[in-house]
T-cell receptor, first 113, second 113 residues
Framework: NAGVTQTPKFRVLKTGQSMTLLCAQDMNHEYMYWYRQDPGMGLRLIHYSVGEGTTAKGEVPDGYNVSRLKKQNFLLGLESAAPSQTSVYFC????????????FGDGTRLSIL | EDKVVQSPLSLVVHEGDTVTLNCSYEVTNFRSLLWYKQEKKAPTFLFMLTSSGIEKKSGRLSSILDKKELFSILNITATQTGDSAVYLCAVEVFTSGTYKYIFGTGTRLKVLA
């Protein structure tokens, strides 16, 4: 049982490069979330989605874009990476009844040089 | 501004000890409070609390919410080395027509053999 799968697990980028983080869930969950986790800051919400084709901004959306073209996938894009985006990124999903981020992926460790 | 504060920031105990972790919050439109355990990678969901005074229990872990004083505690009895982790508290709020989850910075627990 896969649950929530994030790819890649690690990536090093140069400032100004772009990349896309993929989150896939196999539980038919409506809600999906992208968080970043930095030392001393806890988990901060970047963007979230309440269903296929919908996205919304969280606490720290600047510099990121998202898409939810298919229910099982939630993509997080960095158009022009900056050192301030060095972080560990977590994707989570929740079902329609519970809503809460119930299942988390293992995270993507991203370093921007 | 919505705020979730966890204390202590870190804690070192010996196996068999009992620990109490605290989570206080100042938010508008509170809906529920959530506890997660984060070991090396993905946070895993522990409890969701919505009503004051009703204890949630799972094995050696228990939690209770006080909506009047705006805090929750997570108790772990007879601690084991496998309880070593970061414990995260999150508060669900309803704002701008949607539900959001605000995380605290976590309490790092280390249990020594």
């Amino acid at each position: 049982n896969a649950g929530v799968t994030q790819t890649p697990k690690f990536r090093v980028l140069k400032t100004g490069q772009s990349m896309t983080l993929l989150c896939a869930q196999d539980m038919n969950h409506e809600y999906m979330y992208w968080y970043r986790q930095d030392p001393g800051m806890g988990l901060r919400l970047i963007h979230y989605s309440v269903g296929e084709g919908t996205t919304a901004k969280g606490e720290v959306p600047d510099g990121y874009n998202v898409s939810r073209l298919k229910k099982q996938n939630f993509l997080l894009g960095l158009e022009s990476a900056a050192p301030s985006q060095t972080s560990v990124y977590f994707c989570a999903s929740g079902d329609k009844q519970e809503r809460k981020p119930q299942h988390f992926g293992d995270g993507t460790r991203l370093s921007i040089l | 501004e919505d705020k979730v504060v966890q204390s202590p920031l870190s804690l070192v105990v010996h196996e068999g000890d009992t620990v109490t972790l605290n989570c206080s919050y100042e938010v508008t439109n509170f809906r529920s409070l959530l506890w997660y355990k984060q070991e090396k990678k993905a946070p895993t969901f522990l409890f969701m609390l919505t009503s004051s005074g009703i204890e949630k229990k799972s094995g050696r872990l228990s939690s209770i919410l006080d909506k009047k004083e705006l805090f929750s505690i997570l108790n772990i009895t007879a601690t084991q080395t496998g309880d070593s982790a970061v414990y995260l508290c999150a508060v669900e709020v309803f704002t701008s027509g949607t539900y959001k989850y605000i995380f605290g910075t976590g309490t790092r627990l280390k249990v020594l053999a």
